[in-house]
């Protein structure tokens, strides 16, 4: 039996979808289904099938194969029809035979199922089985989490706090990013506003002082002619 990813294997990340080897060459495919829909499980044993047909090359020998197992963490109860389905939230399904099911045809091709809310109210023993799925239904509970002891369940919990922590400092760098760009913009506007107020008053002292027209003493001040007028309109009044 090759072991699953609660029990020692080398797989390092399970996040979301993942295709993964371990150390001795079994395939797995880990899918979380959030939601129950008609053909999750067709396409699951489609994609399980696909990891066992894609392993050899042309000329490879058959003795090459390793298991390729399938890993569905279900964020639904998926069987409810009796006592005892309601009772069961881990599931392995392998080609067995249907009169004799003591008798299987190996576990080279291996379907797991894990019902995360079932498994969470019912309990688990401990053990790495019952961690992992603490992990996935309470791992934004500082509490709960303080109390899991299984090291892998723990490097995933300091792999998320660092995540956590890169997109608050992301945050902090944006609005420190906003603010001295909120300031600059200020700064400019002021300074424009006072380069304006300059160009006003040296209209108005042009307007008192001369008698040049509204349309030379705003090429000379630099303000529009509408400017101007208003200004002198200003003022005669």
């Known amino acids: 039996m090759p072991a699953l990813p609660w029990t020692g294997t080398t797989i390092k990340y399970i996040i979301l979808d993942v295709l993964a080897r371990d150390g001795d060459g079994h395939c797995y495919n880990v899918e979380i289904q959030v939601r129950h829909y008609g053909t999750w499980h067709k396409r699951g044993l489609f994609y399980l099938a696909r990891t066992l047909g894609t392993q050899l090359n042309a000329g490879d020998d058959y003795q090459e194969l390793r298991a390729s197992v399938g890993l569905h963490l279900l964020d639904f ?5 009796s006592e005892s389905e309601r009772q069961q939230a881990v599931w392995r399904f392998e080609m067995r035979d ?52 299984h090291e892998p369940v723990k490097k995933a919990m300091s792999r998320i ?16 990013e906003r603010a001295l760009r909120d300031e600059v913009s200020l700064l400019n506007d002021a300074k424009t506003e006072g380069q304006r107020e300059a160009r006003q008053e040296m ?21 529009t002619f509408d400017e101007v007028s208003r200004l002198r309109s200003e003022i005669k009044h």
Do not use: C, Y
């Open 77 to 81: 109860d998926l069987f409810t029809e």
């Open 161 to 176: 706090r660092e995540l956590s922590a890169d997109e608050e400092a992301r945050r902090l760098a944006f609005v420190r």
């Open 98 to 149: 249907e009169a004799q099911p003591n008798i299987s045809l190996g576990n080279i091709l291996q379907m797991n199922l894990i019902e995360l809310n079932k498994a969470d109210h019912l309990g688990l023993p401990e053990g790495p089985l019952r961690a992992w799925i603490t992990f996935f239904k309470h791992w934004q509970e500082e509490l709960t989490m303080a109390n899991v002891e």
């Open 203 to 223: 209209a108005r002292n042009l307007i008192n002082r001369t008698e040049m027209n509204d349309q030379v003493i705003a090429e000379i001040a630099g303000l």
